[in-house]
């Protein structure tokens, strides 16, 4: 499956272009940029599945600093910094990885 099956490819081209500059990652902006905010919980967890790349149920520091990337092919690869930050925001329990719920 390809991420443009379930989110809109022009607004794809858009978000990830917004932030194709070294530092200027905003998740939530992203996000909502994509279309994302505007799924419902199966095609969140279709996107989810499609940046868990070793389909291990969970999306760890390393996939996470591809995730621009998991969206178009010439996103740039995150930050340390912002990695990290996106991490903190989705690691609920603090395990160091982002589960699909």
Known sequence: MAMTDVLNAEDIKKAVGAFSAAESFNYKKFFEM????????????????ILDKDQSGFIEEDELKFLLKGFALEGRDLSDKETKDLLAAGDKDGDGKIGAD
């Open 34 to 49: 994509v279309g994302l905010k505007k799924k419902g919980p199966e095609d969140v967890k279709k996107v989810f599945h």
